[in-house]
């Protein structure tokens, strides 16, 4: 079969391979949900955009919202004992990064993208947040962010708007 | 998580060696720290020089650690590179922080001229 016609199954731990197709405009990886295969699915995506002529200003951001929305990934939609797959896009068109990330894990609360909004940092040293950071970083980083939910299946799309343009 | 201690006068120097602190080892970092500042100087500066990558793990446990170390000894920051500036920047976290460029400059001045 070829690898882009798999079905997507969660768990199929037969399919897992760090497949990627990389042609001039489109990376797809696939990797198992747990942080060191996501750091390689990093190290990938980095390689593929410093070939299309990134720049590590454009590249940083990205690779941080990545990191973000599958650390998310990894936490909530599978947990500890719920080993899943992780399903990356990343398109190029001219010059938009398009990002597709799958998962089959549990739905996103109240079925929405969290809406990540900042915290307020005026307090004292003992009280200040450790975590819930994630979700504003994404949001301030992208753009039409969406997620969506058939089946079982959850889908966030976003864009990466690129250094000086700000649509 | 590879961290290096060196104390200088009355300051103690973290260095980070790993070059990402992100979800996989943000739990090891929050411990290996409590570690080496539950005793010693009362300065402590964390050298971040390496450090490529920080993610919202590695800010959350990089404010543990300022909050392990508490309000009676200092706990500031040098030598963040340009993405782990911004993640601080972007959340704030800058103005919470001292945060020197580099660890010379945290020595030299002193802790009432950080920024």
Redesign the interface.
Known sequence: MHPEQLVFVGNAREHIGAFGTMDNSKLHLVFPGD??S??GALAKSKTFLRNLGFS??QI??V??VL??AV?NI??HAYSDDVHGVVDVSITCVDGDLLFRIMDDGLPMPGDQAPAGM??D?NCD??D???????W??IR??TCDLAYTRTGNRNRLEFRVPLTGRTT | MELTLNDTGDVRIITVADN?I???VAIQFKDKMRELTESGPARILLDMTNVE?L???G???V??V??QV??DRSFELAGLT??VE??FS????D??FTIHPDAQAAIGDGLANAS
């Open positions: 942080q060191m996501l750091r590590q200003d940083g951001p690779e941080l990191a973000e650390n990894i936490e900042a915290h940092l040293v003992i200040l947040p450790e975590g819930g950071f994630g504003f970083l301030e980083l | 990402r992100d979800a996989a990558f993610d919202s793990s800010l959350g446990a404010v543990a300022m909050k508490g309000v340009a993405n911004k993640v972007l959340t704030r976290m103005t919470v």
